[in-house]
């Protein structure tokens, strides 16, 4: 059974850099594309970007001049960063396995932006 | 980008009913890649329908997809009450992949 575990701090000031990580257990990073997705308080579902293994990615133009996602295959693990944060970053951050539809997902970790 | 709109927002109904709901894309859906999720509070989204009409690992066949093109629609045969949910559409045909807004299926 696929597993997938986010982790990072809940808190980030404006401006500074937003750091999360995704471990995945029960699959290996190397057979698929893995996603991050967020959603704000009492919103819909925005869809930030995917990465495989050997580092392809692709981002959401809306957010790209502000994102990079790494995979640490050593590790089984994927990461999010988002720059220059503002309170509309304020979200539940997801990360889910596929680059399509994605069929296991973290339980999501919720990152509020605040001084 | 394509944009996802989805109707009604809200769909009250009762145990044993049936719930029709709807997705309608901006443009086509490249390959019918037309994906539905279920979202209860405090939970994170389930897949339930991929493809169109292909359902997720475990999920009860009282839950179809169909559709193409620009029109899709998931359909709930008989709801039972774990049923009571938010759903979304997403298309992955293209990039940006995008999400519907939702529809909330309430008790009446």
């Known amino acids: 059974q696929v597993q997938l575990q986010e982790s990072g701090p809940g808190l980030v000031k404006p401006s500074e850099t937003l750091s999360l990580t995704c471990s995945v257990s029960?699959?290996?990073?190397?057979?698929?594309?893995w996603t991050w997705i967020r959603q704000p308080p009492g919103k819909g579902l925005e869809w930030i970007g995917y990465i495989n293994y050997r580092g392809i990615t692709n981002y959401n133009p809306s957010l790209k001049s502000r994102v990079t996602m790494s995979v640490d295959t050593s590790k089984n693990q994927f990461s999010l960063q988002v720059t220059s944060v503002t309170a509309a970053d304020t979200a539940t951050y997801y990360c889910?396995?596929?680059?399509?539809?994605?069929?296991?997902w973290g339980q999501g970790t919720l990152v509020t932006v605040s001084s | 980008d394509i944009v996802l709109t989805q109707s009604p927002g809200t769909l009250s109904l009762s145990p044993g009913e049936r719930a029709t709901l709807s997705c309608r894309a901006s443009q086509s859906v490249s390959k019918n890649y037309l994906a539905w999720y279920q979202q209860k509070p405090g939970q994170a989204p389930r897949l339930l329908i991929y493809?169109?009409?292909s359902r997720a690992t475990g999920i009860p066949d009282r839950f179809s997809g169909s559709g193409s093109g620009t029109d899709f629609t998931l359909t709930i045969s008989r709801l039972e009450p774990e049923d009571f949910a938010v759903y979304y559409c997403q298309q992955f045909g293209s990039s940006p992949r995008t999400f519907g807004p939702g529809t909330k299926v309430d008790i009446k």
């Open positions: 889910a396995r596929g680059g399509n539809s994605h069929d296991s």
């Open positions: 493809d169109v009409s």
């Open positions: 029960g699959a290996s990073i190397s057979s698929n594309y």
